[in-house]
């Protein structure tokens, strides 16, 4: 069993920074790929970053893209989200996600993902 927990939300002005972590336990968490989700009430969850399980490899979406950042510290069993110049429409619970086993790959599919921590909700203010 995977738990996943996020932490670093808040309430922030437009063109504020926050950082998002997200710290796993349960399993060897250098073996898996992690990501990132944000879902804003009655819309459905939104895939923003992904990390492969060496932190060689990341994919962010268009709409976060040159603003967000994801990386990974498998001593520390901890994903981050460093988001940037924060607009309005970032506003979102955000989640991290973890694969049911380990693999080399990764996805930008919700559907993918087996494990979810329980979302930290971030605000941003125009």
């Known amino acids: 069993q995977v738990q996943l927990a996020e932490s670093g939300g808040g309430l922030v002005q437009a063109g504020g920074s926050l950082r998002l972590s997200c710290a796993a336990s349960g399993r060897t968490f250098s073996n898996y790929p992690m990501a990132w989700f944000r879902q804003v009430s009655g819309k459905e969850r939104e895939f923003v970053a992904v990390i492969n399980w060496s932190g060689g490899i990341t994919y962010l979406s268009d709409s976060v893209k040159g603003r967000f950042t994801i990386s990974r510290d498998n001593a520390q069993n901890t994903v981050y989200l460093q988001m940037n110049s924060l607009k309005p429409e970032d506003t979102a619970v955000y989640y991290c996600?973890?694969?049911?086993?380990?693999?080399?790959?990764?996805?930008?599919?919700?559907?993918?993902?087996?494990?979810w921590g329980q979302g930290t909700q971030v605000t941003v203010s125009s």
């Open positions: 996600a973890a694969p049911n086993s380990g693999t080399y790959s990764t996805s930008t599919s919700p559907g993918w993902y087996r494990y």
